[in-house]
């Protein structure tokens, strides 16, 4: 049964809500556990820079190529089967990357994994929003927060599986078989509390991808254009974060890897705090604030020597960015209406998601033909300021929409 949600609360709301963050954390996990593994992956089948850039970039492009399809999908199937298949191609994918003989088998099990991720946040997102429809930042916070946890995860999960002294397989396989049995496991739990659920059906309405984007394209635009180049310049540092610091700052693999999980680890609160101030505070000052963090957070970290340094700027380089995404979402999902919130969303993901996911190739390329790290991350930094004094110029000029 479906009906609309409003604050008082749903039958089986909660057990919803939760089995839908235990999803999320294993969605993420999925898309984000290459980033660890690239060093692994490179001493088993000799991969240069390029191609562990192209690996990490494929995962994320599996994330960005259902978002059209699954925008349309939902058009015409039920949400809630939507959101389950997203464990079950999780877990099919997971168990095609642990049996994978070369790269390029590999690349395919990276786009499968992937391909979880951008179905999910597709369809759940706004089930969630609309979950809690009064508290959109809150819901969509801890959401993120259940996701952050998973890159977090992730690295700590690679070293402790590496440091087991003995596996019958290659340690890097028993992680994606350990991955796709919880997956399995996540997808039973989110059926079984859906079928007792009382599901919101304010997005009843919403079955036309055009119409959506005719409505709703300046909001979809804008969307687009704050996260878009930002997410893709974040996606190629922190895939080859690992690789960064052992070439240029002379960190060990182990010293790299406790510093992505640093990174990640402040995204934590990041989610959790971001998401309830987007529902207290006007979205786009809030977005711009973020952005030109980031930008600093990038230079500093080329100038930055030694563990203490990088370790600081890596800590709030890692708040500053994950608090981009519970704002950009609440931004845009509070601000949808109800008949084109789903199609609306789809559309931003769908084009959003493709360029961001270019930016570990793009960084591992550039590094591969000759450019140093340092140079390519100050140049995406002067192109990202750009960006974010461009948007502050429309907005100060009534140009750009904000949500209210």
């Known amino acids: 049964m479906t009906q609309r949600a409003d604050d008082g609360g749903l039958p089986g709301r909660a057990e919803v809500f939760g089995s839908l963050c235990v999803l999320v954390f294993l969605v993420n996990l999925g898309r984000v556990i290459y980033a660890p593994l690239l060093e692994p992956f490179r001493t088993t089948f000799g991969a240069t820079p390029g191609q562990l850039g192209l690996l990490a970039t494929l995962a994320w492009v599996g994330s960005a190529a259902p978002r059209f399809p699954t925008g349309y999908l939902l058009t015409k199937v039920p949400r809630h089967w939507v959101v389950l298949s997203t464990g079950l191609v999780l877990a099919g994918g997971s168990a095609f990357a642990a049996a994978a003989n070369s790269l390029s088998t590999l690349y395919v099990g990276a786009v499968l994994m992937g391909l979880a991720s951008g179905v999910y946040y597709v369809a759940a997102s706004p089930l969630i929003s609309e979950l809690y429809p009064r508290r959109v930042g809150w819901a969509i916070g801890v959401n ?72 709703q394209w300046r909001l979809i635009l804008t969307g687009i254009a704050i996260v878009g180049l930002t997410g893709m310049v974040w996606n190629g540092v922190f895939n080859l974060f690992g690789t960064y610091l052992v070439e240029t700052k002379g960190f060990s693999e182990a010293t790299s890897r406790d510093l992505l999980t640093v990174t990640f680890a402040t995204g934590v609160p990041a989610f959790w705090l971001s998401g309830r101030l987007a529902d207290r505070v006007p979205f786009v000052p809030l977005l711009f604030a973020i952005l030109a963090g980031f930008v600093v957070t990038l230079v500093a970290l080329v100038f930055a020597q030694g563990f203490v340094a990088v370790a600081a700027v890596a800590a709030v380089m890692g708040y500053v960015i994950h608090s981009l995404f519970p704002v950009t979402d609440t931004f845009l999902l509070a601000s949808f209406p109800d008949e084109h919130r789903g199609s609306a969303y789809a559309l931003f993901s769908g084009t959003m998601m493709p360029i961001q996911a270019a930016g570990s190739v793009l960084v591992g390329v550039l590094v591969d033909v000759g450019f140093a790290f340092d140079a390519v991350f100050l140049g995406l930094a002067v192109a990202n300021g750009a960006l974010v004094a461009g948007l502050a110029l429309l907005y100060v000029g009534g140009r750009l929409p904000d949500g209210r």
């Open 144 to 215: 993120g927060t259940a996701s952050q946890v998973a890159a977090v995860a992730a690295p700590v999960l690679v070293g402790l599986v590496l440091a087991v002294p003995y596996w019958p397989i290659a340690a890097w396989r028993v992680i994606f078989l350990l991955i796709g049995v919880a997956a399995f496991g996540s997808a039973l739990l989110f059926a079984a509390a859906a079928r007792r659920a009382t599901l919101p059906s304010a997005g009843t309405a919403d079955r036309n991808l055009l119409v959506a984007l005719r409505a």
